[in-house]
Nanobody, 122 residues
């Protein structure tokens, strides 16, 4: 199983980015998917999750600014990030969970991508 995250970069506050995570080696539609992030010196934290059947949920810190979506035909999950803030700076990881619901708990996820860096300057 491989999860390949991409789309990170250096942007200014207020800009947008779209992250992608391409999955292979698993039946993608059978997995809930999540995005997590880890800022320097901090623990990894939940950002957004999407269930097998499209229902989504978000961390309070990104609610209304970030949107998670999935394209099962392309085995890809996306994270559209708008109105970015310097505090969104982190390495972003995608993860796959062999369950219906995408939880906010790291231990519920079976596979992890390598991460993509997002840096937001003020």
């Amino acid at each position: 199983v491989q999860l390949q995250a991409s789309g990170g970069g250096l942007v200014q506050a207020g800009d947008s980015l779209r992250l992608s995570c391409a999955a292979s080696g698993l039946t993608f539609s059978s997995y809930a998917m999540g995005w997590f992030r880890q800022a320097p010196g901090k623990e990894r934290e939940f950002v957004a999750g999407i269930n097998r059947v499209i229902s989504t949920h978000y961390a309070d810190s990104v609610e209304g600014r970030f949107t998670i979506s999935r394209d099962n035909a392309k085995n890809t999950v996306y994270l559209q990030m708008n109105s970015l803030k310097p505090e969104d700076t982190a390495v972003y990881f995608c993860a796959a969970a062999d369950r219906w619901v995408a939880t906010s708990r790291e231990q519920d996820y079976d596979y992890w991508g390598q991460g993509t860096q997002v840096t937001v300057s003020s």
